[in-house]
C-alpha cells in the first residue's frame, strides 16, 4: 500500500470511529463494511460516497453567463480543499477515496449555480495555496478565514462565520480566562492558519508581560493532534470550532472556549477564495447569495450540524483578521 493510500486509510478509519462513537440510529452498511449513516446528537450524518440526500440547485443562467469564458468553455469549476479526516467539513467517506463534508456540498451546490461541474482536487493546507497561485484551481473552498495579508493575493466570497475553540483532554482541569491562562501551555495549531496567527500574537503579549512562554506543537494531520491530545502530549489543540464541537461530542474531549477566528478584533468569516482579479470572485459571491436567499444554503449547512455559523451576506473581501506586527 502506498504512502497516499495508507494515509487515506487512516483518515477514512478515523472519521468513521468519530462518527460512530455515540450511540445512535445506523443506516446500510457502505463499502467495505463501514455504517453509511451514523446518529450524532440527534442529527444523521450520511457517511456514504453516493451522499444521496446532498442539496443541489437549478443553473441560474443570469449568473452562469458571467463565469469567465475559459472556465465556460471548459465546462468544469475545479475547486481545490484539505485532505483529512475533520468532520463535518471535509473528510473520507466510506469508501476511503470520496471526500465528503458541508465544504464539499457548498462547492457543488456553487458549481451547480454556475452549470458547472465540479472537479474537486485535493491538498495539504499550504498546496492549496499553491494550487489558487499557479491556476491548477479555480477555487478553494476548505475554512479559509479571510486575512487582510491574504487579501493582498486573493479574492473572498464569504460563506459562513469563522469561529475557533480550545480543545483540552476529557481530564484537563485547567480553565480558561483569557490569552494570558495560555501562558506556559504547549497548544497544538496547524501551520499557517489563522489560529497560529492569534496564538503567536498572544504569546508576543504575554512574553512583553513576562508571562511564561506559550510553546507551539505543530500538526498536519487530525489523526497526529488527536493522538497527541488523548495521550495528554498537549495541553490543548486549537482549530476550527465545527470539527473541535463534533470531535469533543464523540470522543469526550472538552471545548474549553471559543473565540472568533480574528480574536478580539472582529468577528472572522470563512470564504471561498479565488486568485486576485481572476473575474470568477463576482460570479461566485452572486451563487453564494443566490443559495442563501432561495435556502439551500440553509439545508446544506443545517445537514452538517452548522446552521448556528450561518451569514445573512456573502460578503467580497471584507475586512480580515489584521497583518502579523512586524
Given at each position: 500500500?502506498?504512502?497516499?493510500?495508507?494515509?487515506?486509510?487512516?483518515?477514512?478509519?478515523?472519521?468513521?470511529?468519530l462518527?460512530?462513537?455515540?450511540?445512535?440510529?445506523?443506516?446500510?452498511?457502505?463499502?467495505?463494511?463501514?455504517?453509511?449513516?451514523?446518529?450524532?446528537?440527534?442529527?444523521?450524518y450520511?457517511?456514504?460516497?453516493?451522499?444521496a440526500?446532498?442539496?443541489?440547485?437549478?443553473?441560474?443562467?443570469?449568473?452562469?453567463?458571467?463565469?469567465?469564458?475559459?472556465?465556460?468553455?471548459?465546462?468544469?469549476?475545479?475547486?481545490t480543499?484539505?485532505?483529512?479526516?475533520?468532520?463535518?467539513?471535509?473528510?473520507?467517506?466510506?469508501?476511503?477515496?470520496?471526500?465528503?463534508?458541508?465544504?464539499?456540498d457548498?462547492?457543488?451546490?456553487?458549481?451547480?449555480?454556475?452549470?458547472?461541474?465540479?472537479?474537486?482536487?485535493?491538498?495539504?493546507?499550504?498546496?492549496?495555496?499553491?494550487?489558487?497561485?499557479?491556476?491548477?484551481?479555480?477555487?478553494?473552498?476548505?475554512?479559509?478565514?479571510?486575512?487582510?495579508?491574504r487579501?493582498?493575493?486573493?479574492?473572498?466570497?464569504?460563506?459562513?462565520?469563522?469561529?475557533?475553540?480550545?480543545?483540552?483532554?476529557?481530564?484537563?482541569?485547567?480553565?480558561?480566562?483569557?490569552?494570558?491562562?495560555?501562558?506556559?501551555?504547549?497548544?497544538?495549531?496547524?501551520?499557517?492558519?489563522?489560529?497560529?496567527?492569534?496564538?503567536?500574537?498572544?504569546?508576543?503579549?504575554?512574553?512583553?508581560?513576562?508571562?511564561?512562554?506559550?510553546?507551539?506543537?505543530?500538526?498536519?494531520?487530525?489523526?497526529?493532534?488527536?493522538?497527541?491530545?488523548?495521550?495528554?502530549?498537549?495541553?490543548?489543540?486549537?482549530?476550527?470550532?465545527?470539527?473541535?464541537?463534533?470531535?469533543?461530542?464523540?470522543?469526550?474531549?472538552?471545548?474549553?472556549?471559543?473565540?472568533?477566528?480574528?480574536?478580539?478584533?472582529?468577528?472572522?468569516?470563512?470564504?471561498?477564495?479565488?486568485?486576485?482579479?481572476?473575474?470568477?470572485i463576482?460570479?461566485?459571491?452572486?451563487?453564494?447569495?443566490?443559495?442563501?436567499?432561495?435556502?439551500?444554503?440553509?439545508?446544506?449547512?443545517?445537514?452538517?450540524g452548522?446552521?448556528?455559523?450561518?451569514?445573512?451576506?456573502?460578503?467580497?473581501?471584507?475586512?480580515?483578521?489584521?497583518?502579523?506586527?512586524g
Amino acid at each position: 500500500m502506498s504512502l497516499a493510500s495508507r494515509r487515506r486509510r487512516t483518515s477514512a478509519l478515523i472519521a468513521v470511529t468519530l462518527l460512530s462513537l455515540l450511540v445512535g440510529g445506523c443506516g446500510g452498511k457502505g463499502d467495505g463494511g463501514a455504517e453509511s449513516t451514523r446518529s450524532v446528537n440527534g442529527l444523521s450524518y450520511d457517511l456514504s460516497p453516493e451522499q444521496a440526500g446532498r442539496i443541489h440547485a437549478d443553473k441560474v443562467d443570469a449568473i452562469a453567463a458571467q463565469v469567465p469564458q475559459a472556465i465556460r468553455d471548459r465546462g468544469t469549476l475545479v475547486v481545490t480543499g484539505t485532505i483529512g479526516a475533520t468532520p463535518p467539513l471535509s473528510f473520507y467517506a466510506t469508501d476511503d477515496r470520496t471526500i465528503v463534508g458541508s465544504e464539499v456540498d457548498l462547492s457543488i451546490l456553487i458549481g451547480d449555480i454556475l452549470g458547472l461541474k465540479v472537479d474537486r482536487r485535493n491538498g495539504d493546507w499550504a498546496q492549496n495555496f499553491v494550487k489558487i497561485d499557479s491556476g491548477e484551481a479555480d477555487l478553494f473552498v476548505s475554512n479559509a478565514t479571510v486575512t487582510e495579508e491574504r487579501k493582498e493575493k486573493y479574492d473572498f466570497a464569504t460563506y459562513r462565520l469563522d469561529n475557533i475553540a480550545l480543545e483540552v483532554p476529557k481530564d484537563s482541569t485547567w480553565t480558561y480566562q483569557d490569552r494570558k491562562s495560555l501562558a506556559g501551555k504547549k497548544i497544538g495549531v496547524t501551520s499557517g492558519t489563522n489560529q497560529e496567527q492569534l496564538l503567536v500574537a498572544w504569546n508576543d503579549q504575554n512574553v512583553a508581560e513576562g508571562l511564561p512562554k506559550l510553546e507551539l506543537a505543530y500538526y498536519q494531520q487530525p489523526s497526529d493532534y488527536y493522538l497527541a491530545l488523548s495521550s495528554n502530549r498537549i495541553d490543548g489543540y486549537v482549530g476550527p470550532n465545527p470539527s473541535a464541537q463534533y470531535h469533543s461530542a464523540t470522543t469526550g474531549t472538552k471545548v474549553l472556549t471559543t473565540w472568533s477566528g480574528a480574536g478580539d478584533a472582529l468577528q472572522a468569516e470563512i470564504a471561498a477564495m479565488t486568485r486576485k482579479d481572476n473575474g470568477l470572485i463576482g460570479v461566485v459571491q452572486q451563487a453564494i447569495q443566490y443559495a442563501i436567499d432561495h435556502g439551500t444554503y440553509q439545508k446544506v449547512l443545517d445537514r452538517w450540524g452548522l446552521g448556528g455559523e450561518a451569514v445573512k451576506q456573502s460578503r467580497i473581501n471584507p475586512p480580515g483578521l489584521p497583518k502579523k506586527k512586524g
